[in-house]
């Protein structure tokens, strides 16, 4: 029981690194004109993970703060400092806005249908009749 206590804290520790989340960066990188590139081979020399840019010359790499960059066959280089999780990189790519309210005629006349119960007891061609039989009361 004392060699269970004792590789307690081992577990913990163990646990408390497991919740590390990989870190990107993003960026917009440049070819030799100043111009963006698309198909540009950006490499992180420290872990040798590399991405392609798209066609507005952004990319997004897997890369811890102080890893060095590379594009253009070496050309060009950059020191990462300010990574964030992939979630909040995308999150900052799209626009954020409000709905909008739906203004048009089919729609509002689509919700405002009143709408009939073809098996309800009112639209039915039967009446109800009190008092039929005399013993019924």
Known sequence: MKNLYCLLPLFAVNCLF???????????FLNEKEKPQNFLKVLNKNSGVYELTD?????????????????NN???KAVVY????????????IEKRSVQNIQNNTYDSLI????KDEFSVENSGQSLRTNLFDYYS
């Open 82 to 93: 300010g990574t964030s999780e992939l979630k909040t990189i995308l999150e900052s790519q």
């Open 55 to 71: 066609e507005k010359g952004f990319a997004i790499i897997a890369a811890k703060n102080y890893d060095t960059l590379v594009w």
């Open 18 to 28: 497991a919740q590390n989340s990989q870190q990107y960066y993003s960026g917009i």
């Open 74 to 76: 070496g050309k060009n």
């Open 112 to 115: 405002s249908k009143e709408r």
